[in-house]
Nanobody, 124 residues
Framework: QVQLVESGGGLVQAGGSLRLSCAAS????????MGWFRQASGKEREFVVA????????YYADSVKGRFTISRDNAKNTVYLQMNSLKPEDTAVYYC?????????????????WGQGTQVTVSS
């Protein structure tokens, strides 16, 4: 089993930055691909970014490319999402997810474990 706990969400003005963290407990964090997804009110959950088990591969949604950066610290069992140049359309609940393999995936059904989410609100 893997437990994921997100933190770092909040209210920020457009153009600002936030850094989300996802702390993992359980087995084999350093062997798992990790991803961030988001879900805006009334919309489906959408892929944001993913990172491979070593951090050597990443994959970004076009909507966040160049603004968001994913990283991980396997010694701390933590994955991060640095979000810069935030826009009102980035407002959503952000979820951290873990796969059972080390590969990068964008499809949510490839992820076996999910956190509870953290709210990010960007005001205009």
């Amino acid at each position: 089993q893997v437990q994921l706990v997100e933190s770092g969400g909040g209210l920020v003005q457009a153009g600002g930055s936030l850094r989300l963290s996802c702390a993992a407990s359980g087995r084999a964090f350093s062997s798992r691909g990790m991803g961030w997804f988001r879900q805006a009110s009334g919309k489906e959950r959408e892929f944001v970014v993913a990172i491979s088990e070593s951090g050597g591969s990443t994959y970004y949604a076009d909507s966040v490319k160049g603004r968001f950066t994913i990283s991980r610290d396997n010694a701390k069992n933590t994955v991060y999402l640095q979000m810069n140049s935030l826009k009102p359309e980035d407002t959503a609940v952000y979820y951290c997810a873990a796969t059972s393999t080390g590969t990068v995936f964008s499809a949510p059904w490839k992820y076996d474990y999910w956190g509870q989410g953290t709210q990010v609100t960007v005001s205009s």
